[in-house]
Each structure stands twice: as structure tokens, then as C-alpha cells.
């Protein structure tokens, strides 16, 4: 219960936060901090990668439809290879977005894509495969970093 703030406080508060000079350097003009930067673009790369496996499952699932056959053993390893390219995408945009440290920023965006695809599954889903869980994350974590080698390394 937080009926002991009023509301002019929460005004002042979210004005402190999203103005600019929460987030800026006084220093030498005005740097953005590069803590910013960075999840600024793991966020904007995880959306980027979301939003590629959303559009590549919505791709499938026509597929699947219009195909009459498609072997049930299939579905998950497609499901794993479409979020492995959306980690991959994923990374390669929070790389170029970051313009550096393209490893580790892309295995992290790799990890919150996960994290958020792992959340929605669980919501719907009550009993968890941890094998494949495990398997999913670490392929998600290793797609995302080799996206987001591959954001730095392309000029």
C-alpha cells in the first residue's frame, strides 16, 4: 500500500527519472552513460528478436496448416531453430545498436529474449521439460553472442 505518497511526489519522481539529466554526464558536455547505452540496446535488440520470432512462428504455423502431414517430433526443434535465429537477430541488432561489445551485450540479449519467451511458456504451461529448457537457453545465449559478434565484425 503506498497511500503515504502523494501524487505531486510520484509527478516529481518520474520527472526525475525519464528527464535527461538523470541519465547524462555532467561532465565534458553531455556523454550518455554507456550502462545506458547498453541496456538501451540489449532491450531494443530483444525486441527486434522478438518481434523476427514472432513473425517466423506466424510463418510456420501457415506452414504447418496448409501442409497435411508434418511429424509431431518435428515441432520442437523448428520451435528451437526459429528462436535460435530470433537470439541470432536479437544479438546482431543490440551489437549494431551498441556499436561494441557485441559478445557479451548479444548473449545477453539472447538471455532476456529467453527469459521472456521461458515466462510465457510457463504462464500457459504448468509443467516445465527442464532438459529442454536448459537446451533452449544455452542455444538461445550462444545464438544471440555469435549475433552479436557478427553486429561488431560486419562494416
Do not use: H
Not at 547498453?38 to 506452414?63: I, K, M
Amino acid at each position: 500500500k503506498v497511500s503515504n505518497i502523494s501524487e505531486d511526489e510520484i509527478k516529481q519522481l518520474f520527472k526525475m527519472i525519464f528527464e535527461e539529466d538523470f541519465f547524462m554526464r555532467k561532465s565534458r558536455g553531455v556523454e550518455k552513460r554507456e550502462w545506458v547505452t547498453a541496456l538501451r540496446a540489449v532491450v531494443l535488440g530483444t525486441v527486434g528478436g522478438g518481434l523476427a520470432v514472432f513473425l517466423l512462428l506466424v510463418a510456420s504455423a501457415y506452414a504447418f496448416v496448409t501442409m497435411k502431414k508434418i511429424p509431431q517430433a518435428a515441432v520442437p526443434i523448428i520451435i528451437l531453430f526459429l528462436s535460435a535465429l530470433g537470439a541470432l537477430l536479437s544479438g546482431f541488432l543490440t551489437a549494431r545498436i551498441a556499436g561494441k561489445r557485441g559478445l557479451p551485450l548479444g548473449a545477453c540479449s539472447g538471455l532476456l529474449l529467453f527469459l521472456l519467451f521461458a515466462a510465457a511458456g510457463i504462464s500457459i504451461c504448468t509443467v516445465v521439460s527442464w532438459p529442454g529448457t536448459i537446451t533452449r537457453m544455452l542455444v538461445m545465449i550462444l545464438a544471440g553472442a555469435l549475433g552479436g559478434y557478427g553486429g561488431i565484425r560486419r562494416k
